[in-house]
């Protein structure tokens, strides 16, 4: 695909979900000046379980639609990862009741609706459909900030409102989404496939690397990025919990919603360049540029008006959250640049690769957050967080490149 082409498609999705995302950070910041910092922190730990939890929920199989296309196997392994994720949900609700975590019952829901999410959004890439998810993320958008201020105004300031809405809502789209896309491409299940227990072992026995190393790497990736709001509210209090989670809300999911979509872009072109032996160089050049000059143009406007645009969202009783900001900036710039290209383990099934690197992050996150809750500095610990995430991105970015210039090569 040429320079030009891939600007095209990147930025017609790109505007599609810069737009949902705006609609949801300005809705996301009106509800957190009527809710507050510790009832917003108390909902973020719920979903920071969620998350982490929902890892999971799928085993990564999902991710082998983009390895080779099979039509005939589609469906098998969305049951798999139906079995799988039900599993997953009743176990963890059992493991959290152990330890005594509030709202099980939305956890539950949340993790159930994730894999669905993520199943379906992957199947949609894999055959080109990438827009349809956009477009839905978008009707989506308005809609739970909207009923988080509505029922603001009828029951006032508390979390379980914000759990409520946050969980249904996204069931119910998982399941619309669902609906659709199986109608869409005429996929249906009868109930006898639902017992090819046979075909289902042979699927992971055949895709486990993607359990092995891709949902272990992402599970400890998820801990590495979402744990630091458990922390913080366990060592902190739920107001600095809450500033983390307004930080993470209003910069950090936009800027990883802009790197998802470029990354599904990516990842579908190289993944059919593979399959017809076409370089991949030039593309991955080319993106890195875009992906270069984007982050140049948004972190210099950040800084130069980042203070001002808080107090406008936000109020000065949030000023914390653009100091938080500001040491997530390396972090930000490095999920940026590099995360797009890291699909290339993935699609040269070289996700060990990506098991060692989240396994460092894991480590590292361990040890920042332990010298922040030593030194009762949580500034301190965010800041060392995020400074070697940047460094061990840039290795495995450079890591990556190798491997394509090593398949180019051969491909010459």
């Known amino acids: 695909m040429s320079k030009s082409g891939l600007f095209a498609k990147i930025s017609k999705i790109t505007i599609i979900n810069l737009l949902a995302q705006l609609i949801s950070v300005i809705g996301f910041s009106i509800n957190s000046k009527l809710y507050g910092a510790e009832v917003i922190g108390g909902f973020v730990v719920v979903l920071s379980y969620s998350s982490i939890i929902s890892i999971l929920s799928t085993g990564y199989l999902e991710q082998s639609f983009f390895v080779k296309k099979n039509e005939g196997l589609y469906k ?12 997953v949900t009743l176990a963890s609700s059992v493991f959290l009741y152990v330890l005594n975590v509030s709202y099980i019952f939305f956890i539950a829901i949340n993790i159930f609706s994730e894999s669905m999410l993520k199943t379906i959004t992957s199947y949609n890439i894999a055959n080109n459909k990438i827009l349809f998810i956009s477009y839905s993320r978008l009707v989506l958008a308005p809609i739970i900030p909207g009923l988080y201020f509505v029922f603001y105004k009828m029951f006032g300031a508390e979390e379980i409102y914000l759990i409520l809405i946050s969980s249904c809502c996204n069931l119910l789209f998982a399941i619309i989404i669902t609906i659709v896309t199986l109608n869409s491409f005429k996929i249906k299940f009868k109930f006898y496939e639902l017992f090819k227990f046979k075909i289902y072992n042979l699927l992971i026995k055949r895709y486990f690397k993607f359990v092995k190393y891709s949902m272990t790497g992402e599970l400890m990736r998820t801990i590495a990025f979402r744990g630091p709001t458990i922390v913080l509210e366990k060592y902190f209090g739920k107001e600095v919990a809450g500033f983390y989670g307004i930080a993470n809300r209003i910069v950090l999911m936009p800027i990883l919603i802009f790197v998802g979509t470029v990354s599904q872009i990516y990842i579908e072109r190289i993944s059919n360049f593979k399959k017809q032996n076409k370089k991949i160089m030039i593309l991955t050049a080319n993106l890195l540029k875009l992906l270069s000059i984007a982050t140049i143009i948004g972190f210099s406007i950040y800084f130069v008006f980042g203070k001002w645009m808080i107090n406008i969202l936000l109020g000065n009783e949030f000023e914390e959250v653009y100091y938080v900001i500001i040491s997530l900036l390396p972090y930000a710039l490095a999920i940026i ?8 383990y993935s699609v040269f099934e070289k996700q060990e690769f990506l098991f060692k690197m989240k396994a460092g992050i894991l480590c590292l996150s361990i040890i920042s957050f332990s010298i922040a809750i030593i030194l009762n500095n949580y500034i301190l610990g965010l800041s060392l967080f995020s400074l070697s995430i940047f460094v061990v991105y840039v290795l495995y970015g450079v890591k990556s490149l190798k491997i394509i210039k090593k398949y180019d090569k051969k491909n010459n």
């Open 76 to 87: 098998y392994l969305m049951i798999s990862i139906l079995y799988l994720s039900t599993l």
């Open 337 to 344: 640049v590099f995360n797009p290209i890291f699909s290339v």
